[in-house]
T-cell receptor
């Protein structure tokens, strides 16, 4: 069965520092992968997605993610974190990809705190 | 002009009660969803409707009954509430049922507390 693992429950970075949030997936074929962000008291917002092609995808708010099939990973990165990036980040895989009906399988999230 | 709106935002009730959560989207989307986020922030899909037709029904107690009067609305009714139902319930919508084609748009959630 498809699954998503986010190994880091909580990460703290200093404002201006770089960020990498880890995501590993389990899926037999090429997955469709997503990163969502949830600000406190808000719903989830899509940051970026990967279906195929270029393995480095750009998203909103200056985020990017790289798909590495050999590592079954889809890590989220940002070169310089802003205080407003403090939020919960969720990685998700689509199961099954491209099907007529499908559903997102979410990871357990990584809570990002940003120090001034 | 909120895209996906849920009411109420907070709901506190006692065990055994029946309650409903309402969801409306003004995006013209065909597909709507209910997700449950537990105390550990784990998000799991419960139901999905496409043009008022139920297309995803996960293993959810039959005390939970979704209702879609039209494709812009998806309500969630819960009978005989239990302590374990306490969670944040998110409504979402997408252009169509192929989530790969169109991203999910989430509401801000309804925090249900059962005492």
């Amino acid at each position: 069965a498809q699954s998503v693992t986010q190994p880091d429950i909580h990460i703290t970075v200093s404002e201006g520092a770089s960020l990498e949030l880890r995501c590993n997936y389990s899926y037999g074929a090429t997955p469709y992968l997503f990163w969502y962000v949830q600000s406190p008291g808000q719903g989830l917002q899509l940051l970026l997605k990967y279906f195929s092609g270029d393995t480095l995808v750009q998203g909103i708010k200056g985020f990017e993610a790289e798909f590495k099939r050999s590592q079954s990973s889809f890590n989220l990165r940002k070169p310089s974190v802003h205080w407003s990036d403090a939020a919960e980040y969720f990685c998700a895989v689509l199961a099954p990809p491209g099907g007529a009906t499908n559903k997102l399988i979410f990871g357990t999230g990584t809570l990002l705190a940003v120090q001034p | 002009d909120t895209a996906v709106s849920q009411t109420p935002k907070y709901l506190v009730t006692q065990m055994g009660n029946d309650k409903s959560i309402k969801c409306e989207q003004n995006l013209g989307h065909d597909t709507m969803y209910w997700y449950k986020q537990d105390s550990k922030k784990f998000l799991k899909i419960m139901f999905s409707y496409n043009n008022k037709e139920l297309i995803i029904n996960e293993t959810v107690p039959n005390r939970f009954s979704p209702k879609s009067p039209d494709k812009a609305h998806l309500n969630l009714h819960i009978n005989s509430l239990e302590l374990g139902d306490s969670a944040v319930y998110f409504c979402a919508s997408s252009q169509d049922a192929k989530v790969g084609n169109s991203p999910l748009h989430f509401g801000n959630g309804t925090r249900l507390t059962v005492t």
